[in-house]
Nanobody
């Protein structure tokens, strides 16, 4: 069973940057479908980035395309979300999610991911 642990959240001003990390343990790292989601109070969980760890091919929601970058360090079994040009509307709890194969590569639906981290808070002030 895969376990996930996020880190790297915090408070920044608009225009700032943060890098979130998701450490993957408990199972083979390669061939997992990984996703980054966020959820603001009173809103549904929204997928913002996804990756298939074998190929490293990234997928992005339109709301973050050009500002966020998903990447991985296979030696550290870690997936990252680099967030640049942050906006107040990016404020949310950010979650890492995973599914083992067979999995839907590039999925942005939360129901496609059975394993979740505990979340890390990102707050962007104007």
């Amino acid at each position: 069973q895969v376990q996930l642990e996020e880190s790297g959240g915090g408070s920044v001003q608009a225009g700032g940057t943060l890098r979130l990390s998701c450490a993957v343990s408990g199972n083979t790292y390669v061939n997992n479908c990984m996703g980054w989601f966020r959820q603001a109070p009173g809103q549904e969980r929204e997928g913002v980035a996804a990756m298939y760890t074998e190929s490293g091919t990234p997928f992005y929601a339109d709301s973050v395309k050009g500002r966020f970058t998903i990447s991985q360090d296979t030696a550290k079994n870690t997936v990252y979300l680099q967030m640049n040009s942050l906006k107040p509307e990016d404020t949310a709890m950010y979650y890492c999610a995973a599914d083992s194969p067979p999995c839907v590569v590039g999925a942005f639906e939360a129901t496609e991911y059975p394993v979740w981290g505990q979340g890390t808070q990102v707050t962007v002030s104007s």
